[in-house]
């Protein structure tokens, strides 16, 4: 099992600024992938960007350029650095992360708002 705990959403105005953390406990020997996930209002889920245990990274078109995800495994923590902060970018965000044995676990999610 692996517990994740995330922090750093907050109210932000365009063009501003936030990182998100999500932390990582127990059976963390396991991480395989980790991922930024986000949902706004009436819309479905999407994956904002991944990480492989490895470094490699992926995003989706929206956010390239402005949102940077990245890991330090010896804390087992994951970070999305988000810049250039638009109003769109409003959602809860979530970590979500792999196992080498075939499971993902869920943050409970962290409100970002982006507005004047």
């Known amino acids: 099992q692996v517990q994740l705990v995330e922090s750093g959403g907050g109210l932000v105005q365009p063009g501003g600024s936030l990182r998100l953390s999500c932390a990582a406990s127990?059976?963390?020997?396991?991480?395989?992938?980790m991922t930024w996930g986000r949902q706004a209002p009436g819309k479905e889920r999407e994956l904002v960007a991944s990480?492989?245990?490895?470094?490699?990274?992926g995003y989706i078109d929206s956010v390239k350029g402005r949102f940077t995800i990245s890991r330090d495994n010896a804390k087992n923590t994951v970070y999305l650095q988000m810049n250039s902060l638009k109003p769109e970018d409003t959602a809860v965000y979530y970590c979500?992360?792999?196992?080498?044995?075939?499971?993902?676990?869920w943050g409970q999610g962290t409100q970002v708002t982006v507005s004047s």
């Open positions: 127990g059976s963390t020997f396991s991480i395989n992938a």
């Open positions: 990480i492989s245990r490895g470094g490699s990274t």
């Open positions: 979500r992360i792999y196992t080498s044995d075939l499971r993902d676990y």
